[in-house]
């Protein structure tokens, strides 16, 4: 043994070895004048830690149990993992625990294996230090979220989202919203409804935060209420469900609107009769014949609402015979005017009277910008329109145009065919689609197409199985979503068991 004199010099300190009492061993003195081996055959310090336990997981949200009723996410030989697994030992207290890891074990195992070094003092006062190894059994158990889940009948707050509109592209967008942001992670249940969604919670704050959520992407209103299901009169304790009912304003992308006059001059003195281009937070609105722009929000909308004079379902085809492009210093001046659209003079004839006669209409429109002759393309006939609606009846017949076109109309089965992405949906969605719902997503699909400012807030995915169809070199001109906008599509990754676990995105 090395010391330091008082000079500061090493020098070594011999001590003169002794027999082990018990078997006679040469050592090194010591308080029980025992050797290592037979101090352990006399003594156990890991004697009250149990060397087997069972750690509990549960796969549907892949978590394990910290008792007593507590559900942690942990991935394996992870200090998370680490600490529950100690926290499952009893004895541990009784000793000095120095050292924890884990031992590799096979990841389909089910098998979790710790090494120890714990420390106590025995005998005299020696300091006995001893290695050992407990094994955890993973056993699987269903958390209580997870059975409410299964269950699907337990919930104490619903939110009801409803909208009254002709079409479901909304609910597509919102469903989009929902999925990136994972605003409905806390759901118990979702229910598909004729006019929209029913979102299912085992807690009230749950359904308020979708309920805001709600608030914040779309423009829309929302009312509370409340059912006693019981009520305990030894404690004074009430238990509640709560309803949320939130209704989206009926006005959608493309719709035909007239405005209420105070509205309108409230927006910039805007002509009443505008076309929808966009919602998001507020309603943006175009006027065709000047290119004018405005911005509703749901507050000015609900102080005064208003139904959509023309739904996309009531346009009909046009085709484009002649097309001017309106000059700038032929333009009335307005404070807000859209750069992306270019004001033009169009004549066209109705897809049906083609080959009939040789009837045309005239109409300013604002799509001069991708519009050519030959083209088809939507619109409303207001000549031949017999239109009940209390604003709309108060316009001048000399502000009322013939026709109003609306979108540029491309081949639908050629978009099919050349579009390489898709798009992630709820659970079960799709086995609930009838023929209509299916050509309302696609028709969402072509928004998403048409408009960049629409995608911003959708998780659009790399679609594999069309990433090989060939090129079609006539494209018409038709929209397309660039590779760069895609993301990789889900991926299998190992769960905290070591198995094929949630798919994760990249």
């Known amino acids: 043994m090395e010391y330091l004199d008082s000079s500061g010099a090493i020098r ?22 025992m050797c290592v081996d037979c101090l352990r055959s006399d003594v156990d310090i890991t004697e009250d830690i149990p060397k087997t336990s069972a750690l509990s997981f549960c796969r549907g949200c892949e978590r394990y149990l910290q008792p007593p009723n507590q559900w942690i996410k942990a991935g394996l030989e992870s200090r998370e993992l680490l600490s529950i697994c100690l926290k499952k030992l009893k004895g541990l207290s009784k000793v000095k ?13 089910m098998r979790v294996k710790v090494k120890l070094t714990v420390q106590k003092e025995v005998m005299n006062g020696a300091l006995l230090q001893q290695v050992f190894v407990v094994e955890y059994v993973i056993q699987s158990h269903m958390c209580d979220d997870c059975h409410r889940v299964e269950a699907k009948d337990f919930w104490r707050a619903v939110v009801q989202v409803r909208q009254k509109c002709d079409h479901k592209k909304t ?15 806390s759901s118990v249940n979702i229910k598909p409804m004729a006019d929209g969604l029913d979102f299912f919670f085992s807690k009230q704050d749950d359904a308020r935060k979708l309920v805001d959520f709600l608030q914040t992407y779309v423009p829309s209103r929302s009312v509370t209420g409340k059912e006693l299901v019981s009520h305990d009169i030894r404690n004074n304790k009430y238990t509640y469900k709560h309803t949320f009912s939130v209704e989206i304003i009926p006005i959608c992308k493309d719709h035909i609107i007239c405005l209420p006059h105070k509205t309108a001059q409230q927006m910039g003195s805007i002509s009443p009769l505008c076309i929808v281009l966009r919602v998001t937070q507020t309603i943006h609105v175009i006027d065709p014949n000047t290119l004018q722009m405005g911005e509703l929000s749901s507050a000015n909308y609900w102080r005064q609402p208003f139904q959509a004079l023309v739904s996309p379902k009531q346009l009909i085809e046009y085709m484009v015979m002649e097309v001017d492009i309106v000059s700038d210093r032929d333009r009335p001046f307005r404070h807000r005017m859209s750069t992306k659209h270019v004001l033009a003079d169009v004549y066209v004839a109705r897809m049906s009277d083609l080959g009939v006669n040789e009837q045309q209409f005239h109409c300013r429109t604002h799509l001069g910008h991708i519009l050519k002759v030959g083209d088809t393309v939507l619109g409303f006939d207001f000549s031949n329109a017999n239109l009940n609606h209390q604003h709309f009846e108060q316009m001048k017949a000399d502000k009322i145009p013939d026709v109003m076109l609306i979108k540029k109309v491309f081949d639908h089965s050629r978009r099919l065919r050349r579009r390489k992405w898709k798009l992630h949906r709820f659970d079960g969605a799709d086995a609930l689609e009838t023929e209509s719902t299916t050509k309302d997503y696609n028709d969402f699909l072509d928004d998403l197409e048409e408009d960049q400012g629409l995608r911003e807030n959708v998780n659009i995915f790399r679609d594999p199985t069309k990433i090989s169809v060939e090129e079609d070199t006539d494209d018409e001109g038709a929209p397309q979503i660039s590779l760069q906008e895609m993301l990789e599509d889900l991926h299998i990754s190992e ?3 070591g198995g094929e676990g949630a798919p994760m995105m990249e």
């Open 12 to 33: 070594e300190q011999h001590y003169s070895l002794i027999s082990c009492c018990r078997c006679g061993l040469q050592i090194e003195p010591n308080p029980t004048n």
């Open 97 to 109: 625990l120095v050292d924890a890891g884990f031992v590799w074990t096979e990841p389909h195992s």
């Open 171 to 185: 609910f597509f967008y919102l469903e989009q919203l929902i999925l990136k942001h994972k605003a409905h992670r």
């Open 495 to 497: 769960d905290a068991t």
